[in-house]
C-alpha cells in the first residue's frame, strides 16, 4: 500500500507539499498539483482519514443517537437526514437506542471516541438521567429534534405538537363534529403528551366535553390503534369522529372499523398525525397533520455545522409549523352548519 512518503518521490516534491495538495490549506502551483494529483492516481494512493481527522481536527462525520430507524416516522426523517449529510459532505452514524439508557451512554461514549464533529439526538423522551449523560457531553457541538424544551448546552428543534393537535381537532370541529374520541400516544412522553393537550385545548375552546371511554392512550403502533379503536367501539355511544395522534395508529384504527363494518368517513371520520409516506393510499387516504420530514432534517444540519463550523456556543432554537393535509376520511359531521 502506497504511503505519503512514495507519492511525493513519484512527484518529485515533499510529502509537505502532499499534504497541502489533499487538504487544501495552502497555495500550490497548478502545474505540482498536476504532478501530485498524478502520482495519487498512478499508486492508487488514499489518504488515512484518521491522520487527516487528526491533523484538519474534524472527521466529516455526524452522530445520530436515536430511539429507532423502524418508526416510520422516525425511518423518514433518519432517511432525510442521511440525505442531507451525504449533500454536504458528510457521513452518518446512527446508534438506535430503543431508549434504554445502558444503550444511550455506549453509544455517546462511541461517537465521543470516534470524534464525531457533532451530535444529533432524536429520542422521543428526555427523562432527567438522559439530560444528565447529554450535558455530560457538551463539549461536541449538539442538536436535539425532538424536544420542546431549551437547554443551555444543545440547540433544538419545537416541534409544535399542541398545535398540531389543536389544528386536527379544530379541523374536525369546524366540519360539524362535536362528539370526537382519540387514540393518543404515550401520555408520559413529550410528543404525545403535547399532541392530546392540543385535541383537549381545541374541545374547550369550542365547549365540547366528551365522555371518558373516548379517551384512549396507547403507543405509537398499529395494533394499539386497533385495540383502542374496538375499546371506543364498545362504549354506550359512538363517536362521530376520531383524532389519532399518529399515522400509525390511525392504520390500525382503521382496520379495526373495516373489521366492523364501518365505513370511513361515512359512519366515521379519521384524522392522523405525521403524514408518513404512503399515508395518501390508506383506505380511504388520510387527512392528517403534516410534520416537514425534509425541512426538519436540513434545519437540524445546517444549525449543527453551524454550530460546528462557527465556533458558535449561544444555544438556537427554531419551531415547526405543522399543516393539515386534507384527503378522503373526513365528511362532514350532524353539526355542520349549511
Sequence with gaps: MATIKDVAKHAGVSTTTVSHVINKTRFVAEDTKAAVWAAIKDLSYSPSAVARSLKVNSTNTIGLLATSSGSPYFAEVIQAVEAACYKKGYTLILCNTQNELEKQEAYLAMLAQKRVDGLLVMCSEYRPPLLNLLENYHHIPMMVMDWGKHSDFTDNIEDNGCHGGYLATRYLIERGHRDIATITGQLNEFTGRERHNGFLQALKEAEI??????????????????????????????????????????????????????????????????????????????????????????????MLLDRIINKREICQSIELHPELVERSSVTDGPHRKK
Excluded at 365522555?211 to 396507547?218: C, R
Excluded at 404512503?278 to 436540513?298: D, F, R, S, V, W
Design 209 to 302: 366535553t366528551i365522555p371518558d371511554e373516548w379517551i384512549i392512550e396507547a403507543d405509537f403502533q398499529p395494533c394499539d390503534g386497533y385495540k383502542g379503536m374496538m375499546k371506543i367501539l364498545q362504549a354506550k355511544k359512538r363517536p362521530t369522529a376520531l383524532f389519532c395522534g399518529g399515522d400509525v395508529i390511525a392504520m390500525g384504527a382503521l382496520c379495526a372499523l373495516g373489521e366492523m363494518g364501518l365505513r370511513v368517513p361515512e359512519d366515521i371520520s379519521v384524522i392522523g398525525y405525521d403524514n408518513i409516506r404512503n399515508t395518501n393510499y390508506y383506505n380511504p387516504p388520510l387527512t392528517t397533520i403534516q410534520q416537514p420530514k425534509e425541512g426538519l432534517a436540513e434545519m437540524a444540519l445546517d
